[in-house]
Nanobody
Framework: QVRLVESGGGLVQPGGSLRLSCAAS????????MAWYRQVSGKERELVAG????????DYADTVKGRFTISRDNTKNTLYLQMNSLKPEDTAVYYC????????WGQGTQVTVSS
């Protein structure tokens, strides 16, 4: 059974940092490009960052480029998102999933950026 479990969210002040983790199971994690997405209540889910299967290539939404870094550890079947210089507009529920051939979504992790 495919399972994605996000963690690491929380309340942080503007300018602060958080590191999100996503533990994947039930599929061959090593073979898949992965991505982080986020969703604000009432809006569509958007792609934040993507990474290829080996971790050698990454891409980012313009809104987070230069502030967020996506990475993965294929030995641990875990995806990461390092978020620096956080802004109030980064407030959202963050999810991980495959970049293509989306599977069932996890519960996500709430990130709130507020003073």
């Amino acid at each position: 059974q495919v399972r994605l479990v996000e963690s690491g969210g929380g309340l942080v002040q503007p300018g602060g940092s958080l590191r999100l983790s996503c533990a994947a199971s039930g599929f061959s994690f090593t073979y898949y490009a992965m991505a982080w997405y986020r969703q604000v209540s009432g809006k569509e889910r958007e792609l934040v960052a993507g990474i290829n299967s080996s971790g050698s290539t990454t891409d980012y939404a313009d809104t987070v480029k230069g502030r967020f870094t996506i990475s993965r550890d294929n030995t641990k079947n875990t995806l990461y998102l390092q978020m620096n210089s956080l802004k109030p507009e980064d407030t959202a529920v963050y999810y991980c999933n495959r970049r293509h051939s989306i599977v069932n979504w996890g519960q996500g992790t709430q990130v709130t950026v507020s003073s």
